[in-house]
């Protein structure tokens, strides 16, 4: 008697007390940079608010950054469903889509190709290319710079002269800086960009406007050569069968999460590039130009390599159909 008694009396506990209600969806997520970097930080920010606003409902689940899989690996993983979500640039897996050196030739941000179509654009030439789905682009409206250890030259027409500089290469900005700066480039990822810097392996690489302070990489760069060019290029991707098996509710959320997340990222960082670039001349780093119509040619020169190369992946990959849409969308000007 005493035994029902006892499990009578728990179950009434139990049904005044029930257990929290799992989310109906779980998600898996991994970012392509370290988290004490701005743009993991960012994506952290985003996966914070969505989880937020979707309690109850889905649970994006964070495994970690290249820690995890490596940074490379990522589109891979989410393409093939290893992992449901993925923080990436677009140019980290623009060999399967060509489209994604429109992002990196950009003269417009994520809000604005939100607005004029490209995002929509974007998501669908995802989807039939890697079978993803493309959620948004954050963290967009930052530029890249040359970064320097050592004076940089510039010769007659006050054009950068790299010849002697061993430059560091990236799938980013590879095209540019062999065809057009004629580089012999030393391809290194970012995580491995502070020990070349400290054993003088690399005298320039180009990096974006921010964050070089969060990797240290401000101990040994100490000029910023202008002008400024190409875009950040970050999107956040779902495995497309992940997405299509998610409740109506968990997809409006994510959607909605990220749309906000681009407009909020954009103001973010624009208003840290401003601290960052007077935190930088505090400690000792000089900014240099080049001539202003060797600034023009730098930026047309810069755009024009990346559209080039995507005008040849797009012809390699067979399908030329949305080269004149992209190029008109991102590259208005």
């Not at 029902?4 to 929290?20: M, T």
């Not at 689940?61 to 989410?78: K, T």
Request: proline letters at 5%; aromatic letters at 10%.
């Amino acid at each position: 008697m005493k035994t029902r008694s006892f499990a009578a009396a728990l179950a009434v506990a139990c049904a005044a007390f029930p257990a929290p209600a799992l989310p109906a969806d779980t998600i898996s997520a991994t970012h392509v940079f370290p988290a004490s970097l701005i743009y993991a930080r960012s994506f952290l920010d985003y996966v914070k608010k969505a989880n937020d606003a979707g309690k109850g409902e889905f649970a994006i689940q964070v495994r970690g950054g290249p820690e995890a899989i490596g940074m490379m690996e990522q589109p891979g993983a989410v393409r093939s469903g290893v992992v449901d979500m993925v923080y990436t640039p677009c140019a980290f897996y623009a060999a399967v889509v060509p489209e994604c050196d429109a992002l990196s030739a950009s003269s417009i941000d994520g809000p604005t190709a939100r607005k004029n179509g490209g995002t929509e654009l974007f998501n669908q030439i995802h989807q039939k290319r890697m079978g993803v789905y493309f959620l948004g682009w954050v963290d967009s409206g930052i530029r890249f710079s040359l970064w320097s250890t050592k004076e940089p030259k510039f010769d007659g027409s006050g054009h950068i002269d790299i010849k002697g500089f061993k430059v560091r290469g990236n799938p980013i900005y590879n095209a540019f800086l062999t065809n057009y700066l004629g580089a012999q480039v030393i391809n290194l990822n970012s995580a491995e960009l502070y020990t070349a810097l400290e054993r003088g392996t690399v005298d320039i690489t180009a990096w974006t406007q921010i964050g070089a302070m969060d990797l240290n990489w401000d101990r040994y760069l100490k000029f910023r050569i202008l002008p400024d060019f190409f875009s950040t290029d970050l999107g956040i991707l779902v495995n497309l069968k992940k997405w299509n098996a998610l409740s109506p509710k968990t997809r409006e959320i994510l959607q909605r999460v990220a749309i906000e997340h681009e407009t909020a990222s954009l103001q973010a960082l624009q208003q840290l590039w401003k601290k960052e670039e007077a935190e930088l001349a505090k400690r000792g780093l000089k900014t240099v130009a080049q001539s202003p119509e060797a600034s023009k040619k730098f930026v047309a020169g810069a755009r024009a390599a990346s559209l080039q190369r995507m005008k040849e992946r797009m012809e390699k990959a067979g399908g030329m159909e949305n080269y004149d849409k992209v190029v008109q969308l991102f590259t208005p000007d």
